[in-house]
Each structure stands twice: as structure tokens, then as C-alpha cells.
């Protein structure tokens, strides 16, 4: 069974520094998918980023940078200059790569951020 | 772009009763799935639908049913409602074939049970 684990419940920025949010996964597969969901107060799931892990390239989109490191089975988020609009639950999501069919998303516990004006 | 739809947004019921939730994919989405987010607590997996067929199942209580119909929208049907049922009811889709990851969210049917 796979699992993933976010370590911190509550992280804090100061608006335009960078923050990491760090998110690890175990799992016996070597097909799959990690993402980065972010959960605003309206509570909509929003994708972030996502990385296949059998790129071993890290994924980037605009301000959003992850660190995949595929053997130590860690995934974590990097916001540069952070945002307002950045304060929200983040959760890191696992996908199982299968063919013709459909895997579930399996959460970590999320990681409150704060962005502070 | 079209987004997923879910109807209702909130729901309110007694408990006993019996509620149910609909889900419309975007178009071209065949595979639907169903997510449970508790108060404070991460989405958890209920029920998954690909071409109208079940194809993974979670922790979905036996009192809960779910289906995909030929128009691939979905219905989670739920009876004899507890307290511990209220939570945001998630829906998302996505194209079946594993060369489309993205399984994009509705914005979710708030269920609350008093």
C-alpha cells in the first residue's frame, strides 16, 4: 500500500521569500505520479504541479519548483516570491501509473501555509 | 473550459435520512471518482468509475452506493445518514487513458448532518 506523509502541519512566510514544503511517499511501484494540490479558504482543489516519476527532471511552472529525489522517495514543493494568494492547505498526492484504468489520489495530511503581508 | 459540476453545493439533513450527490464530468471525461474530505482532515478515496464500470473502491461505507450512468455523470447515493457523514463531498474526472494524470476537481457538496 502506498502512503504519503507530510511532516509539517503549519508553515509561515514572509510575502516575496521562498518557502519549501516538504512531503515524502512510500511505495513498491515504479510507475506513478506526484502532485501538488493547493486547497484555498473557498476550498477548491487546485492543481499545483505535477511530476512522472520516471522523469528525472524536476517539474517547474512559473513560481512553483519541486525537489524529486525518486530513491529517497521525496517530493517537496518550492514557492518563490511568495504570494497573498499562496496562503492555503497544501497536499501532496500520489497517482498509481496504470493502463486503461483508473488509480486514485492518495493525500498526504496536508501543510497549512501562511503567507504573511 | 468547461469545469466539473456538482449539485447541490450544500446539502443539509437529518440524521437517518438518506441524500444524493450528483457529479457531471467534463466532456470527453470518462472516469470518475469520489473523495471525502472530514473537517481539518485530507480527501479520502470512496469510489472510482471508468466507462460506466466500477474500477477501485476505498473506504465507502456499506450504506453508500454510487453509479455511473451512460452519460458518464455519477450519482453517490447516500442512506441512513450519520453525524459523522458531514463533509465536503469531492467529485473529479478524467480521461482514461494513463496518458492524461490530471484528475480535475468540482468544487465540491458541502453535506451537513444534524
Known amino acids: 500500500a502506498q502512503t504519503v506523509t507530510q511532516s509539517q502541519p503549519e508553515m509561515s512566510v514572509q510575502e516575496a521569500e521562498t518557502v519549501t514544503l516538504s512531503c515524502t511517499y512510500d511505495?513498491?511501484?515504479?510507475?506513478?505520479?506526484l502532485f501538488w494540490y493547493k486547497q484555498p479558504p473557498s476550498r477548491q482543489m487546485i492543481l499545483v504541479i505535477r511530476q512522472e516519476a520516471y522523469k528525472q527532471q524536476n517539474a517547474t511552472e512559473n513560481r512553483f519548483s519541486v525537489n524529486f529525489q525518486k530513491a529517497a522517495k521525496s517530493f517537496s514543493l518550492k514557492i518563490s516570491d511568495s504570494q497573498l494568494g499562496d496562503t492555503a492547505m497544501y497536499f501532496c498526492a500520489f497517482m498509481k501509473r496504470v493502463e486503461w484504468s483508473s488509480y486514485k489520489l492518495i493525500f498526504g495530511s496536508g501543510t497549512r501555509l501562511l503567507v504573511r503581508p | 473550459a468547461a469545469g466539473v459540476i456538482q449539485s447541490p453545493r450544500h446539502l443539509i439533513k437529518e440524521k437517518r435520512e438518506t441524500a444524493t450527490l450528483k457529479c457531471y464530468p467534463i466532456p470527453r471525461h470518462d472516469t470518475v471518482y469520489w473523495y471525502q474530505q472530514g473537517p481539518g482532515q485530507d480527501p479520502q478515496f470512496l469510489i472510482s468509475?471508468?466507462?460506466?464500470?466500477?474500477?477501485d473502491k476505498g473506504s465507502i461505507p456499506d450504506r453508500f452506493s454510487a453509479q455511473q450512468f451512460s452519460d458518464y455523470h455519477s450519482e453517490l447515493n447516500m442512506s441512513s445518514l450519520e453525524l459523522g457523514d458531514s463533509a465536503l463531498y469531492f467529485c473529479?474526472?478524467?480521461?482514461?487513458?494513463?496518458?492524461?494524470?490530471?484528475?480535475?476537481f468540482g468544487p465540491g457538496t458541502r453535506l451537513t448532518v444534524l
Open positions: 511505495t513498491s511501484e515504479n510507475n506513478y505520479y
Open positions: 473529479a474526472s478524467k480521461r482514461g487513458s494513463p496518458s492524461y494524470n490530471e484528475q480535475f
Open positions: 468509475f471508468y466507462e460506466k464500470m466500477q474500477s
